[in-house]
């Protein structure tokens, strides 16, 4: 906290309706002092001028992403605590953000106390996390490894590139191979996880 006891938190946000009536709300509460910007170079202007103790970061922002803004941050000012607050709820957004440096991640829809307790914990040294979210996190080490699978490295790497959504073209671009090298680690891939396609390949590796 500053001197005065108050957390000062940068509200970084690009739907106006949102970010004004959310740092309007800080306003009125005791021990929270709140900025809002529009966009990630706005926010790291303002956090190169002003010290904060939280950043609270959507993730669709214009230009630089809300990922993208979290390593930043992390990377120049490094005890500066990022809360990601976004209707995101997907794995890869999650993990994404998780390791960009981001130490919590609620959604928009949660009660607007679960918000201001969150800004709260990730000041303390927690990280705190809508349910849905937590449960989610949880659930990825539950599931086997592509390692336990029989995937070599190169495999579990097609793999993730296949889950992107990229074409046999784009991963052999990526990983540096000819698109029948890609081809055959796809080959090789589906027999080990006992797979016909790439949907199914893609559920086994997010546990569906």
Known sequence: MTMEGTIRVL????NASFRNGLALLLETVPGIKGHACADAQEALAELARTPYEVVVMDIDLPGMNGIQCTRTIKERWPKVQVLMCTVFEDDDK???ALKAGATGYVVKQAPIGELLDAIRQVHLGGSPMSAGIARKVVNTFHQPSMAQEGLTQREQEVLSLIAEGLTVKEIADRTHVSNNTVRTHIR???EKLHVRSRVEAVNRLRGA
């Open 11 to 14: 509200l970084v946000e690009d």
């Open 94 to 96: 999650i993990f994404q």
């Open 188 to 190: 090789h891939i589906y």
